[in-house]
């Protein structure tokens, strides 16, 4: 079972920045695709961005590309989502996941991390 652990969300002004990382239990980066997900009270979950084991590639849903960033470190078993020109929609429990497909939906993703608060509001 992959054990995962969000941290870095907090209370930004529109437009600030911020940077959530999720840390794996253990070195599971080449084999598992870590997603990002975030849903909002009253909202369905949402996929928001994932990075593919292997190779890399990243995807983005249409509602943060070019405001996110996501991105690897496999020595420290950690994946980052940088976060831009955040905008009060942006507000949601963000969550990171494990699976085996580069995809947004959820469902392709087995294990869970606990979430972290992102509140974008001046």
């Known amino acids: 079972q992959v054990q995962l652990e969000e941290s870095g969300g907090g209370l930004v002004q529109p437009g600030g920045s911020l940077r959530l990382s999720c840390a794996a239990s253990?070195?599971?980066?080449?084999?598992?695709?870590i997603g990002w997900f975030r849903q909002a009270p009253g909202k369905e979950r949402e996929g928001v961005s994932c990075?593919?084991?292997?190779?890399?590639?990243?995807y983005y849903a249409d509602s943060v590309k070019g405001r996110f960033t996501i991105s690897r470190d496999n020595a420290k078993n950690t994946v980052y989502l940088h976060m831009n020109s955040l905008k009060p929609e942006d507000t949601a429990v963000y969550y990171c996941a494990a699976g085996f497909i580069a995809s947004l939906d959820g469902a392709y993703f087995s294990s869970w991390g606990q979430g972290t608060q992102v509140t974008v509001s001046s």
């Open positions: 253990g070195s599971i980066l080449d084999y598992f695709t």
């Open positions: 990075i593919n084991r292997g190779d890399g590639s990243t």
